[in-house]
């Protein structure tokens, strides 16, 4: 059986036995659930939530409802090589599955970090065995492996004329975020993942090593991901989870949250 980790939504191997522990929960970056590690399997899962679709701002959304784990929503990114989707979820339905169908279906699935794997192998197998593209810096923190998963290296990648990926590091040393140029509105995209969080004014991103436990990101850290980003335009940033986006004058909001955040942990 798969177990799911009910504090971060990983899929595990299949095993007789739940795990003694998560991996992803038990590192320093998340946490283990304070009434102790809890799992949960697919089945349980698909009892208890469904997959919502929604507008989020141009893009499609999916998520669970109600929320569970992290809670983040992945989105469907139309491409001139099909659709691509960005983040993954911790359980699949066949009402979901048709759902994306009826829209083109997917070509590509790509995570930004490790905490969004969730039952990226679960969703390969359903959406027809399609590759799941994730950073070779992270291949660690791979707790189910998978026939469709796929290593990129270095610091780009471009994926389509308008799709680029580009290596952050710092929340994990191969955080990535993903450029759309042009879409969903003239200006382009950035979709951050956790590499630059979108914060609660969603006028600002802010970077850290931990979200949970509060642990700043290395300024070095910031300063690279600063310059492997200077060169991209974008209108809005698109966050992890529904709503938490800014739209309009991205571009700006992020050079300027660089600036507050350096100022703020120096000196």
């Given at each position: 059986m798969k177990f799911i980790c009910s504090t971060c939504g990983t899929e595990h191997e299949d095993t007789a036995t739940p795990p003694a522990y998560c991996a992803i929960c038990t590192d320093e970056r998340q946490y283990i659930g304070w009434s102790g590690q809890r799992w949960t399997t697919h089945e349980e899962l698909a009892r208890a939530h469904s997959i919502r679709f929604e507008?989020?701002?141009?893009?499609?959304?999916?998520?669970?409802?109600?929320d569970f784990a992290i809670n983040q929503r992945a989105l469907l990114i139309p491409t001139e090589e099909g659709n691509f989707l960005w983040e993954c979820l911790s359980v699949v339905t066949d009402e979901a599955v048709a759902a994306i169908r009826a829209r083109g279906g997917v070509q590509?699935?790509?995570?930004?970090?490790?905490?969004?794997?969730?039952?990226?192998?679960?969703?390969?197998?359903?959406?027809g065995g399609v590759p799941i593209l994730l950073h070779e810096a992270d291949r660690q923190w791979i707790l189910r492996p998978h026939p469709s998963i796929e290593h990129w290296s270095g610091d780009v990648l471009k994926l389509s004329p308008t799709i680029t990926l580009i290596r952050c590091g710092g929340h994990f040393a191969g955080s990535t975020?993903?450029?759309?140029?042009?879409?969903?509105?003239?200006?382009?995209?950035?979709?951050?993942?956790?590499?630059?969080?979108?914060?609660?004014?969603?006028?600002?991103?802010?970077?850290?090593?931990?979200y949970p436990n509060l642990i700043p990101m290395?300024?070095?850290?910031?300063?690279?991901?600063?310059?492997?980003?200077?060169?991209?335009?974008?209108?809005?940033?698109?966050?992890?989870?529904?709503?938490?986006?800014?739209i309009g004058e991205g571009r700006g909001a992020?050079?300027?949250?660089?600036?507050?955040?350096?100022?703020?942990?120096?000196g």
């Open positions: 507008d989020e701002a141009g893009f499609t959304g999916l998520g669970l409802s109600p590509r699935i790509i995570i930004s970090h490790p905490h969004f794997y969730a039952a990226m192998g679960q969703w390969s197998d359903a959406l975020v993903l450029h759309c140029a042009g879409q969903p509105r003239p200006g382009g995209a950035l979709l951050s993942g956790d590499a630059l969080q979108v914060i609660m004014d969603r006028r600002h991103v802010s970077f850290m090593y931990s290395r300024t070095s850290d910031v300063v690279a991901m600063r310059e492997r980003l200077a060169k991209y335009d974008f209108e809005d940033v698109y966050g992890y989870t529904w709503g938490r986006n800014i992020v050079d300027g949250s660089f600036e507050r955040y350096l100022r703020a942990v120096t």
